[in-house]
T-cell receptor, first 113, second 114 residues
Framework: SQTIHQWPATLVQPVGSPLSLECTVEGTSNPNLYWYRQAAGRGLQLLFYSVGIGQISSEVPQNLSASRPQDRQFILSSKKLLLSDSGFYLC????????????FGPGTRLTVT | GDSVTQMEGPVTLSEEAFLTINCTYTATGYPSLFWYVQYPGEGLQLLLKATKADDKGSNKGFEATYRKETTSFHLEKGSVQVSDSAVYFCALSDRNTGGFKTIFGAGTRLFVKA
């Protein structure tokens, strides 16, 4: 079975500071990878997805970016955080041949102050 | 486009009560359907799935049947426990888009009282 790691688990950053969240996947190869944001008490907003190394699709225009430097590594970044970037960030993996179910990491809670 | 609608919460039940969380969908293709569960402070976990019409997904006492005629995938459990308190998300993944994206409902929070 696969395992998804995310770090850090929690983060408090001032407005205007940079951001780097990392996600790594174990136990599968060539997965589809996803970044979601969940605002407090709300549903999931898909931010980015990737079907392979260096292939990133953005779902919403914003000050965030994503990169996939290795097959099982997915990074979410920002050069300057906004207050509205606060939320719970979830990385997910859809393994090849899984009939499209997704497996989620434990999440990173980001508070921008 | 594809969409998922699920009943608004919160839903509050007593232990051993019967649970139903309604979910309906719209899709242009032939989607796979899922229920995910999120416990406080954690990521989502796949609870059950169904990949074609009339399939029944089941896990941990929960079940849901893929009803193409009513475009529904309602979640049920015969006797809930306090430990079932969580947020439940209905979701679909449409094969016509290669399954690259999953559409999630807004989530339904369940509270179970002892």
């Amino acid at each position: 079975s696969q395992t998804i790691h995310q770090w850090p688990a929690t983060l408090v950053q001032p407005v205007g500071s940079p951001l780097s969240l990392e996600c790594t996947v174990e136990g599968t190869s060539n997965p589809n990878l996803y970044w979601y944001r969940q605002a407090a008490g709300r549903g999931l907003q898909l931010l980015f997805y990737s079907v392979g190394i260096g292939q990133i699709s953005s779902e919403v225009p914003q000050n965030l970016s994503a990169s996939r430097p290795q097959d099982r590594q997915f990074i979410l970044s920002s050069k300057k955080l906004l207050l509205s970037d606060s939320g719970f960030y979830l990385c997910a993996s859809s393994p090849a041949g899984s009939r499209y179910e997704q497996y989620f990491g434990p999440g990173t809670r980001l508070t921008v102050t | 486009g594809d969409s998922v609608t699920q009943m608004e919460g919160p839903v509050t039940l007593s232990e051993e009560a019967f649970l139903t969380i309604n979910c309906t969908y719209t899709a242009t293709g032939y989607p796979s359907l899922f229920w995910y569960v999120q416990y406080p402070g954690e990521g989502l976990q796949l609870l059950l799935k169904a990949t074609k019409a009339d399939d029944k997904g089941s896990n941990k006492g929960f079940e849901a049947t893929y009803r193409k005629e009513t475009t529904s995938f309602h979640l049920e459990k015969g006797s809930v426990q306090v430990s079932d308190s969580a947020v439940y998300f209905c979701a679909l993944s449409d094969r016509n888009t290669g399954g690259f994206k999953t559409i999630f409902g807004a989530g339904t929070r369940l509270f179970v009282k002892a």
